[in-house]
């Protein structure tokens, strides 16, 4: 026996209509603010809100933990390692490719490029990106200078070895505020907007805790948090990209209630790693009163 179907009032296909809308809506409005829409590797930084986090001068003996922060939090970064610690210890560079980050140099020996003589910057780069490319089997493209102290003549270097500058909007100071991550942690806060490169430093394990309770004030605002190429795109080399400072204050985070910051590791805070000193070029600094030792 054939059973007719009743037929459906207008109304209720209306609101059958719209809840079905209103459903979809809120499931991709939802995944953009949890960032479940898309893994860091695939999103769309034209249609989602991007960050890229960079870390300098590396590698260092915290680099395993903060890739492993990283991983738990779907975030991919870029990190700028200096030549002669990649050197010192290539598997260490080698785990930051493996981890899916990208890798650019920081310069052999880290020093002022704008001041040392101009016979010896060509070095500094083609030594870096040497060690990188023996260490990792790829040739980075990407450069930061220390302290982001760059000038026309290297980047004319940096353009006949294939290399675009790249430097930051945000600079929470993180060296600075070693043992006041309170500090760094504001000045994110009142920084971070979409699109921002953010400059902190893998020599620190209080970065490392910096980073492990701020990912998630990240994420519930809605952003991902990706490589530099990927936010911005492949750059010309010889090209520069940022400034040395920050922008006036933004503001636009909200922050995360206290029980939903995660607890650190029970365990002391080692020592900053310095910089390997300098030995090429006579007279220059590493960084730091000793030249970096």
């Not at 999103?43 to 922060?69: E, H, M, N």
């Not at 010192?88 to 650019?104: C, F, H, T």
Request: net charge negative.
């Amino acid at each position: 026996m054939l059973v007719r179907k009743r037929p459906e009032k207008p109304a209720w296909a209306y609101w059958r209509t719209v809840i079905g809308v209103c459903a979809g809506v809120a499931i991709v409005v939802v995944g953009s603010w949890t960032g479940h829409v898309a893994k860091a590797d695939e999103v769309d930084c034209a249609q989602y809100k991007c960050i890229a986090l960079t870390f300098d001068d590396g590698p260092s003996p915290y680099t395993d933990r903060l890739l492993q922060v990283l991983k738990d939090n779907d975030a991919k970064a870029t990190f700028f390692e200096i030549g002669n610690k990649v050197a010192a210890n290539p598997e260490g560079a080698k785990r930051v490719v493996e981890a899916g980050m990208e890798l650019g140099q920081h310069t052999w020996e880290h020093p002022n490029m704008t001041t040392i003589p101009p016979e010896d910057i060509p070095a500094q780069f083609s030594k870096a990106s040497d060690a990188i490319e023996a260490a990792t089997g790829q040739r980075p493209k990407l450069v930061r200078t220390a302290g982001g102290l760059i000038d026309d003549q290297v980047l004319a270097e940096a353009k006949k070895q294939g290399l675009a500058d790249i430097n930051w909007d945000v600079i929470p100071f993180d060296w600075a505020n070693d043992g006041n991550t309170a500090a760094t942690r504001y000045m994110l806060m009142s920084q971070i907007k979409p699109n921002s490169v953010v400059l902190f430093h893998d020599t620190y394990s209080s970065t490392v805790d910096l980073v492990q309770q701020f990912l998630p004030v990240l994420k519930a605002n809605g952003y991902h948090m990706v490589t530099v190429t990927q936010m911005i795109g492949e750059r010309e080399p010889g090209s520069t990209y940022g400034s040395r400072d920050n922008g006036p204050p933004v503001n636009g985070l909200v922050d995360i209630p206290p029980g939903e910051i995660p607890s650190l590791p029970d365990t002391p805070s080692p020592p900053p790693m310095p910089n390997i000193p300098i030995t090429d070029i006579p007279g220059a600094n590493s960084g730091g009163s000793n030249n970096g030792a």
